[in-house]
């Protein structure tokens, strides 16, 4: 089967793409992850997906916001493939469709935060023409 980009809006396609993102988010729960994800898309989160031989092999989550330092903007918050699916060229398609969508609404730029520990990832990401901006900190508020 021929690998198609598709936006997950159901909660069925929501929730199909759970086993992937939890790859990269392993603090989520399943029974938890679809309302989370209906919530977030009231914020702007947008939720969107490879199928391809048998099953979901990436999943891309992302948001389309306005800063005054780029402009509108695509920010993807969670970009992950399938283990078995790495190096096929899911994760290409998802970025090359993310490109082609901050075009269609006038985004200037793509823009992603990675962990450091991921060099994997990294590597992909200056094939695909990215490049490192800076630092992103973060402070836990013990709440």
Request: charge should be neutral.
């Amino acid at each position: 089967m021929d690998s198609v980009v598709k936006s997950a809006v159901s909660d069925a396609q929501i929730g199909a793409c759970f086993p992937v993102v939890a790859l990269l988010r392993p603090h989520l729960q399943r029974h938890e992850f679809v309302p989370l994800v209906r919530r977030m898309f009231g914020e702007g989160y947008g939720l969107a997906y490879v199928e391809a031989e048998d099953g979901i092999q990436a999943v891309v989550g992302y948001r389309i916001v306005e800063m005054l330092r780029t402009g509108r903007m695509l920010e993807v918050d969670d970009l992950v493939s399938a283990t078995a699916a790495r190096s096929k060229g899911y994760g290409k398609k998802l970025l090359d469709w993310c490109a082609d969508l901050a075009r269609a609404n006038q985004c200037s730029v793509i823009e992603l935060d990675s962990g450091v520990h991921r060099a994997d990832a990294h590597r992909f990401y200056f094939r695909e023409r990215m490049h490192m901006l800076g630092f992103h900190f973060s402070r836990s508020l013990d709440c």
